[in-house]
């Protein structure tokens, strides 16, 4: 039994969630303090913790429902933008759908989305 199969049969809290992203994110700004970066240059970069569970999840539902064909034909250099804009729609909704409690997160990265 893989830890994939763990996750996929326990369920792990939004809490659990937005705790993990606040580890993370913490790295990733102590990461690059080491290195030398200004944080007022990289922080407003960064995502929120939702946006970082909103991440995390994403990345699971690919795995979970076998998406990463699609993804790969969504994010093909030939492939029109409206096909890469279209799969992170459904996934991106998908996520809100299965946890409400980010919805805020994922219309917001969504709007980001569209307008770039």
Do not use: K
């Amino acid at each position: 039994m893989t830890d994939m199969d763990v996750e996929r049969r326990y369920p792990v809290s939004l809490e659990v969630l937005r705790q993990e992203a606040r580890d993370e994110l913490a790295a990733v700004v102590e990461f690059r303090c080491r290195l030398g970066d200004d944080p007022w240059d990289f922080l407003p970069d960064l995502p929120t913790v939702d946006e970082q569970v909103v991440l995390t999840l994403r990345e699971e539902t690919i795995e979970a429902h076998d998406l990463r064909e699609a993804r790969s034909r969504a994010y093909h250099p030939s492939a029109p933008r409206q096909d890469r804009e279209r799969f992170e729609y459904q996934l991106l909704r998908r996520v809100a759908l299965d946890h409400p409690e980010l919805s805020l997160a994922v219309w917001g990265m969504l709007g980001r989305l569209n307008a770039a």
